[in-house]
């Protein structure tokens, strides 16, 4: 079976992926080449933090690896969350823990997904939170 998210048009959008897994990494963007989306992958919490710097950079869509070094992906989010409240993240990881998990809803994660995540996973995570249509009367 071939991964086919040739229909994924996420064009203009940035997404910014936060792991330090090498096969990871290659991974989601393998998964993501073809959709338009501008991929940015930062390797550390200090490099996320760093990133988040600029001011000028648009974030519209986060995976957040739970366990990176330097600074946890939960102390990212809340860091995040200070400056942001609405960019999807969603919380990557390998432990089962409900207490990990109870920590990135409450440092604002959307979702929190145990690896590793399948491809028609991932498409359904990017159409949800990025290709959702929102109703004329909530435009406004």
Request: charged content about 25%; some cysteine.
């Amino acid at each position: 079976m071939g991964l086919n998210t040739s229909n994924l048009d996420l064009s203009g959008k940035n997404i910014v992926i936060v792991e330090d897994d090498i096969p990871s990494i290659k991974y989601y963007e393998t998964l993501l080449k073809n959709s338009g989306a501008e991929i940015t992958v930062l390797r550390s919490g200090l490099e996320f933090i760093e990133y988040l710097k600029d001011d000028s950079r648009r974030i519209d869509f986060i995976f957040m690896d739970f366990l990176i070094p330097f600074v946890n992906g939960i102390d990212c989010t809340k860091i995040y969350r200070k400056s942001n409240k609405k960019t999807p993240v969603i919380m990557l990881t390998a432990y089962s823990s409900e207490q990990a998990k109870t920590e990135a809803f409450i440092a604002g994660c959307q979702e929190y997904v145990l690896k590793p995540i399948y491809c028609e996973k991932l498409i359904y995570l990017l159409e949800k939170y990025l290709l959702q249509e929102v109703p004329a009367i909530l435009k406004y």
